[in-house]
């Protein structure tokens, strides 16, 4: 396996300054209110808390101090800081990338398509996972995260 750069970003894709405007606007109507409460969150953690923080392709990426895994927003992402477990965290910005580009074709829908199952599958599944050996991935918006991840960042995710 080659080492893996916890640092690496997504590499920016070649896309028009359109296209990039485009990402934005929709993001920012679109997607006001799933941004608008990530972006809030994302100026606490980085600039009052001062918790790490790092772009990575149209997203921004929070390192936090807590036990969740990831957690996405609209163009905002707050991840568990586990540089320890390189090859969990690289996955993790992926999958969590693969949720920015589900709230750019949802926006306010995000919450009913994506969010809510995912919490819920999360918090309240866990054990049913482990006893019936169900990957978290199975659930359709997060193996739909992973496709999207992998397809937006142009990054493999590593088998797990």
């Known amino acids: 396996?080659?080492?893996?750069?916890?640092?690496?970003?997504?590499?920016?894709?070649?896309?028009?300054?359109i296209f990039d405007i485009f990402f934005c606007a929709v993001q920012w109507t679109w997607g006001l209110?799933?941004?608008?409460?990530?972006?809030?969150?994302?100026?606490?953690?980085?600039?009052?808390?001062?918790?790490?923080?790092?772009?990575?392709?149209?997203?921004?990426?929070?390192?936090?101090p807590w036990n969740q895994g990831g957690l996405s927003m609209?163009?905002?992402?707050?991840?568990?800081d586990e540089k320890e477990k390189i090859e969990w965290l690289y996955n993790c910005r992926i999958h969590e990338y693969g949720h920015t580009w589900q709230c750019l074709l949802l926006g306010p829908l995000y919450y009913i398509?994506?969010?809510?199952?995912?919490?819920?599958?999360?918090n309240c599944f866990e054990n049913y996972r482990k006893k019936?050996?169900?990957?978290?991935?199975k659930l359709y918006c997060e193996a739909w995260a992973n496709a999207w991840g992998e397809k937006f960042s142009e990054m493999k995710r590593i088998e797990e």
């Open 1 to 17: 396996m080659n080492k893996i750069d916890i640092n690496q970003t997504a590499p920016t894709v070649k896309r028009s300054k």
């Open 33 to 64: 209110s799933v941004n608008l409460v990530g972006g809030i969150a994302y100026l606490i953690c980085t600039k009052i808390l001062g918790y790490g923080h790092q772009k990575f392709g149209y997203s921004h990426i929070v390192y936090m």
């Open 74 to 80: 609209g163009t905002f992402i707050f991840i568990r």
């Open 113 to 122: 398509v994506v969010a809510i199952p995912s919490v819920i599958w999360c």
């Open 132 to 137: 019936n050996n169900v990957s978290y991935y």
